[in-house]
């Protein structure tokens, strides 16, 4: 119940700062204002604009005794190529209370940089995937890959923000490749193990092929979206804006990985994904080679009896065939 009395309570300093008609917009669209939660961000486009805002924000404050907390806001001149970057920390302020100028803020557990870049957001997700793997191999190391790969799955595999990333960054494959070697390391595999047969032997996706997946999935969920703002901003960015917006990049990416026009981006499910990857494989690995690699993963880690192969040679046949 507190969350929709607090989302009542915020609605007027929402709507006057609509009505300011002060800050950002898109077209005809106002998006000055933007609010998830408890969390309010401003968009302006020059520094009198956004000092504006500020102003309507401390009468609504004061008017109905609301506390916003400056040493937990931020402010950010955002821009590929910024001219002019203050050096006062006193540039502006809330509740009489100075407001940091940052080059990068954390919002909703996303990392946001001034350059607009995601490299830095990336970077941190590799290295959060990285300790996420560690845990499980080190908390659950008694446990069989059976397990580990379930715990994979349900605790490694959220990826979350994923839906805001710029695919196309170079990054991206450094979390593909953190991932993989989680892979390899879960089954005990030979590190020259072959990319393509790590996703067959684990059920699933590769994961560049995964991201793009959700990615489609949050636009054309967007595309639907009840919110006017929401639909209308997505709307802009893919068929308006297009290269020159983030998420327009993301859909004509994800479009183009699958062969198809960005108006069909409603097609690119999880079922196509796999089909995909096994017609664009150099070798396509086949269900019998699949299933031998499963058998004697299952006869290595004794969930199979095998009294024809010791050990010794389970291991050679395994290396053989992982990467050969």
């Keep these: 119940m507190s969350p929709v009395l607090f989302c009542i309570y915020l609605d007027g300093l929402l709507l006057?700062?609509?009505?300011?008609?002060?800050?950002?917009?898109?077209?005809?669209?106002?998006?000055?204002?933007?609010?998830?939660?408890?969390?309010?961000t401003l968009l302006a486009p020059t520094a009198r604009a956004m000092r504006i805002q500020l102003k309507?924000?401390?009468?609504?404050?004061?008017?109905?005794?609301?506390?916003?907390?400056?040493?937990?806001?931020?402010?950010?001149?955002?821009g590929k190529k910024v001219r002019h970057w203050p050096d006062s920390g006193k540039y502006f302020s809330i509740n009489g209370t100075n407001i940091s100028l940052v080059k990068e803020y954390c919002h909703l557990g996303h990392i946001i940089t001034a350059d607009l870049d995601d490299k830095t957001e990336l970077i941190s997700k590799r290295n959060l995937l990285c300790g996420k793997i560690n845990?499980?191999?080190?908390?659950?190391?008694?446990?069989?890959?059976?397990?580990?790969i379930?715990?994979?799955?349900?605790?490694?595999?959220?990826?979350?923000g994923s839906n805001l990333w710029n695919l196309a960054h170079n990054n991206i494959e450094d979390i593909c490749i953190a991932w993989r070697k989680g892979l390899r390391r879960i089954w005990n595999l030979p590190v020259r193990?072959?990319?393509?047969?790590?996703?067959?032997?684990?059920?699933?996706?590769?994961?560049?092929?995964e991201l793009n997946c959700r990615s489609a999935s949050f636009i054309v969920k967007s595309l639907s979206s009840a919110n006017r703002t929401v639909n209308f901003v997505v709307r802009n960015?893919?068929?308006?804006?297009?290269?020159?917006?983030?998420?327009g990049c993301n859909a004509f990416h994800?479009?183009?990985?699958?062969?198809?026009?960005?108006?069909?981006?409603?097609?690119?499910?999880?079922?196509?994904a796999w089909q995909v990857v096994q017609q664009l494989e150099i070798a396509p690995v086949s269900d019998s080679l699949t299933s031998v690699i499963k058998e004697l993963l299952g006869i290595k880690f004794n969930s199979l009896y095998m009294p024809l192969l010791n050990d010794d040679e389970v291991m050679f046949i395994l290396d053989f065939m992982c990467t050969s």
């Design 16 to 40: 006057a700062l609509r009505d300011s008609k002060v800050g950002c917009y898109i077209g005809q669209a106002y998006v000055g204002a933007l609010a998830y939660a408890d969390d309010v």
């Design 56 to 78: 309507i924000c401390d009468e609504y404050s004061e008017k109905f005794r609301i506390v916003f907390n400056a040493t937990k806001s931020a402010c950010m001149v955002v």
């Design 135 to 148: 845990n499980v191999l080190c908390y659950f190391k008694n446990c069989d890959p059976f397990v580990k």
């Design 150 to 160: 379930k715990l994979l799955r349900h605790y490694c595999y959220d990826f979350y």
């Design 193 to 209: 193990t072959h990319c393509r047969l790590l996703g067959p032997i684990c059920s699933l996706l590769p994961l560049k092929y």
């Design 237 to 247: 960015g893919v068929f308006f804006r297009r290269m020159l917006s983030p998420i």
């Design 254 to 272: 994800c479009a183009s990985f699958y062969g198809l026009p960005v108006a069909d981006l409603e097609c690119i499910d999880k079922h196509l």
